[in-house]
């Protein structure tokens, strides 16, 4: 069955430190492959997106993607995290059956120390 | 500024009641969603509809049903609210093109007690 796994539920980080959350998924051909963010209590916002061409995307906030198809994989980078990075984050592809739908990855929560 | 709007950020309603939350998009989206989130387990699918008047069951269609009389409007509806239906509720809309992004309202939290 069709699947996005994003193995890290929960990841703490400095401020200032590095990212990187991981994302893989499991499709036949080369997906469109989407990252959103959720702010605590708030619905969720596009962050960025691959459909073809480069295979680094880069999205709001500062973030940026790569999309590794040896690796199935969609990994979401920043250089430097803020404190208002804290949030969840969502990986996501279209369904096969019908790409109208979205299937989600379960999310990670990231926890930024100051 | 694009938007979806759902009715209410937080409902507490009784068991047994029937329970009605809306969502308007004012994008001319074909696509319209309501998403459960629970703690642990993401975004599960409930309903969605891609035309007035068409929908489809998501992955956890028990004990809800759902509404789209206009194109801009879409309605969960719990029939008989339990108490395991209390949760985080999310409308998304998206155009009809697989290439372009959803997008959500705030969000709705129903408690039922």
């Known amino acids: 069955a069709q699947s996005v796994t994003q193995p890290d539920i929960h990841i703490t980080v400095s401020e200032g430190a590095s990212l990187e959350l991981r994302c893989n998924y499991s499709?036949?051909?080369?997906?469109?492959l989407f990252w959103y963010v959720q702010s605590p209590g708030q619905g969720l916002q596009l962050l960025l997106k691959?459909?073809?061409?480069d295979t680094l995307v880069q999205g709001i906030k500062g973030f940026e993607a790569e999309f590794k198809r040896s690796q199935s994989s969609f990994n979401l980078r920043k250089p430097s995290v803020h404190w208002s990075d804290a949030a969840e984050y969502f990986c996501a592809v279209p369904y096969a059956g019908n790409n109208r739908k979205l299937i989600w990855g379960l999310g990670t929560s990231l926890a930024v120390n100051p | 500024d694009v938007k979806v709007t759902q009715s209410s950020r937080y409902l507490v309603k009784r068991t047994g009641e029937k329970v009605f939350l809306e969502c308007v998009q004012d994008m001319d989206h074909e696509n319209m969603f309501w998403y459960r989130q629970d703690p642990g387990l993401g975004l599960r699918l409930i309903y969605f509809s891609y035309d007035v008047k068409m929908k489809e069951k998501g992955d956890i269609p028990e004990g809800y049903s759902v509404s789209r009389e206009k194109k801009e409007r879409f309605s969960l509806i719990l029939e008989s609210a339990s108490t395991n239906q209390t949760s985080m509720y999310l409308c998304a809309s998206s155009s009809w093109a697989m290439n372009t992004e959803a997008f959500f309202g705030q969000g709705t939290r129903l408690t039922v007690v």
């Open positions: 499709y036949g051909a080369t997906p469109y």
């Open positions: 691959y459909f073809s061409g």
